[in-house]
């Protein structure tokens, strides 16, 4: 009981903050300068590869577009060279945003022009985390590269 009730408040928390920041992908002309990198395009270009966490993967990005209210928008392909974000699923991360996931981000000016997700699933130390702990995981790794900061 507890465990939905954090979860329900982090998604709560996640929410205000996306419309608190103006760091939205393709904001609405009028609004002023975002002051962190940001998305200018809409639908993003996903990769995620075949792994039995994909469909969760799918889902953590389904969660934000539908946060946005659809102002932020996903495309998924099967071609990773084409991708303006590309999800790995590793043996390892670097431990710098935690033990199952990181991110990177290449910027031009204050514009997100690609990224990079990459989710510890292949690690054998994966059995320990609890299937909620890894969708979170997902979710936070998918809010930064959405331009939300930590």
Not at 30 to 40: S, V
Request: hydrophobic residues 35%; charged residues 25%.
């Amino acid at each position: 009981m507890i465990k939905r009730i954090l979860t329900g408040l982090f998604i709560i928390f996640a929410f205000i903050c996306t419309f608190l920041t103006t760091s939205f992908a393709a904001a609405p002309t009028g609004y002023p300068k975002p002051d962190a990198p940001h998305w200018q395009k809409s639908p993003i270009v996903v990769y995620i590869p075949q792994d039995p966490k994909s469909a969760s993967m799918q889902n953590a990005f389904k969660r934000w577009q539908d946060a946005s209210e659809q102002k932020l928008k996903f495309q998924y392909i099967n071609d990773k060279k084409k991708a303006d974000i590309t999800v790995e699923f590793t043996d390892k991360v670097n431990g710098s945003d935690g033990p199952l996931g990181e991110y990177s981000l290449e910027i031009q000016g204050m514009e997100i022009t690609k990224a990079t997700i990459k989710i510890a699933t292949k690690s054998t130390q994966i059995k320990k985390y609890s299937k909620n702990y890894i969708f979170k995981t997902m979710m936070h790794e998918v809010g930064h590269v959405i331009g939300m900061k930590d």
